[in-house]
Nanobody
Framework: HVQLVESGGGSVQAGGSLQLSCSAS????????MGWFRQIPTDDNEAQVV??????????YYADSVKGRFTISRDNAENTVHLQMNSLKPEDAAAYYC???????????WGQGTQVTVS
C-alpha cells in the first residue's frame, strides 16, 4: 500500500528555519500532485492545506499565511517532496502531514505526521 514518511520536524525559535521531507513509495510518484497539510490543536482540529506541487514541479500553491516564507519542492527521481520553512512564526507550530492527491483538491493518503514547534 502507499507509504508516505515525513521527517525533519523539530523545535525552532521564531524566525528560524526547518526543512520537512517526505519519502513516498508504492505508487507512481511522478504522476501525482503532492502536498503538505498542517493540523493545529484546536476545538475543531481542522487540517489546513499549506502547499501543493504539480507532478512535474512546475506549478505550486501556497496558503496565504505561508506565501513568501515556505517553499515546496519535489525530486521525482528520489520520490521525495520537501517543504522549506523560513521565518517561522509561533502560529506555524503544528503537526505537518505529507499528502497524496487523488484528484482536484482531494487527498487520499497521509503520512504519520511530524511535529513542528516554534517558540
Amino acid at each position: 500500500h502507499v507509504q508516505l514518511v515525513e521527517s525533519g520536524g523539530g523545535s525552532v525559535q521564531a524566525g528560524g528555519s526547518l526543512q520537512l521531507s517526505c519519502s513516498a513509495s508504492r505508487f507512481v510518484f511522478s504522476r501525482v500532485v503532492m502536498g503538505w497539510f498542517r493540523q493545529i490543536p484546536t476545538d475543531d482540529n481542522e487540517a489546513q492545506v499549506v502547499a501543493t506541487i504539480s507532478p512535474g514541479g512546475d506549478s505550486t500553491y501556497y496558503a496565504d499565511s505561508v506565501k513568501g516564507r515556505f517553499t515546496i519542492s519535489r525530486d521525482n527521481a528520489e520520490n521525495t517532496v520537501h517543504l522549506q520553512m523560513n521565518s517561522l512564526k509561533p502560529e506555524d507550530a503544528a503537526a505537518y502531514y505529507c499528502v497524496r492527491s487523488s484528484g482536484y483538491w482531494s487527498f487520499d493518503y497521509w503520512g504519520q505526521g511530524t511535529q513542528v514547534t516554534v517558540s
